[in-house]
């Protein structure tokens, strides 16, 4: 009898990695949300902002010593690798991708990348207006802290671009390729192929 080639299921993503994931996208939306519409005294904003913060730090540390599908090392991939992906994902078929796929990964380091540069401009702005002053605006110079404000809202826009793409893609796999992203993300269970 011939062996079974269809995709496994397999624990693809560890809980810490799934909880890191969920509370990312409620801070991150929260502090979003607060810088644009909150109370004019950003207090809430900050607290978000630091447990992005948190949250950045463990994932950065997770990148290099937790399970293999979350290490940076499992989803980069060179631009020949990247670019053969991309070939395929016109096809209306699920990728059963064990993890990040190439394309995926880029994404993640971006998002990633943008945070890390967001709440680093938050620590050192300051708007002059003697509220909303980002704790460390006094360890650098008057014109770093006062550019770091201009940055900060130009990282906001970066940032909803990069969710709303990464809904968008989530959204794609979903209705065209028939594969749910989002249900592995909450239970780890992931349905894969067999190399
Ligand atoms: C501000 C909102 C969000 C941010 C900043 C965000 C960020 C991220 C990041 C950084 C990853 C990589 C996970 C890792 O390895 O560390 C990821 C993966 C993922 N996110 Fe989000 N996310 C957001 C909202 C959402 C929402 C609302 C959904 C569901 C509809 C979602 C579904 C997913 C899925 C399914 C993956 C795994 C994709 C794959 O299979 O490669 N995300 N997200
Ligand atoms: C992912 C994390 C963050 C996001 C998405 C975010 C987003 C935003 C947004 C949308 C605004 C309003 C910009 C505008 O008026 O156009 C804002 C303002 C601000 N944020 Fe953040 N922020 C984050 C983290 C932080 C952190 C960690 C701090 C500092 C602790 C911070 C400090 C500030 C300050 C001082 C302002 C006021 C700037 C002004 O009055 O013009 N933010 N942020």
Not at 13 to 24: A, I, K, N
Not at 51 to 67: E, N, T
């Amino acid at each position: 009898m011939a062996a079974a080639s269809g995709p496994e299921k397999v624990k693809l993503w560890d809980p810490l990695l799934r909880g890191f994931h969920w509370l990312l996208a409620f801070f991150v939306v929260a502090a979003w949300c607060l810088g644009q519409f909150g109370p004019l005294i950003m207090t809430l904003h900050f607290w978000c902002g630091y447990m992005v913060i948190a949250l950045l730090a463990f994932r950065l540390v997770w990148g290099f010593v937790g399970p293999p599908s979350a290490r940076f090392s499992s989803f980069l991939h060179g631009p020949s690798a990247t670019l053969g992906y991309m070939r395929g994902l016109s096809s209306r078929e699920p990728s059963h991708w064990p993890g990040h796929n190439p394309l995926g990964g880029l994404s993640v380091i971006a998002m990633i990348a943008a945070l890390v540069a967001q709440v680093s401009t938050g620590l050192i702005a300051d708007p002059d207006d003697f509220v909303n002053v980002g704790p460390l605006a006094s360890s650098v110079s008057r014109a770093a802290s006062t550019k770091a404000v201009g940055w900060h809202h130009f990282g906001a826009t970066v940032i909803l671009i990069l969710v709303l793409l990464h809904l968008a893609m989530i959204l794609y796999y979903r209705l065209w390729k028939r594969e749910d992203l989002v249900k592995p993300m909450i239970t780890g269970w992931k349905d894969v192929r067999r190399d």
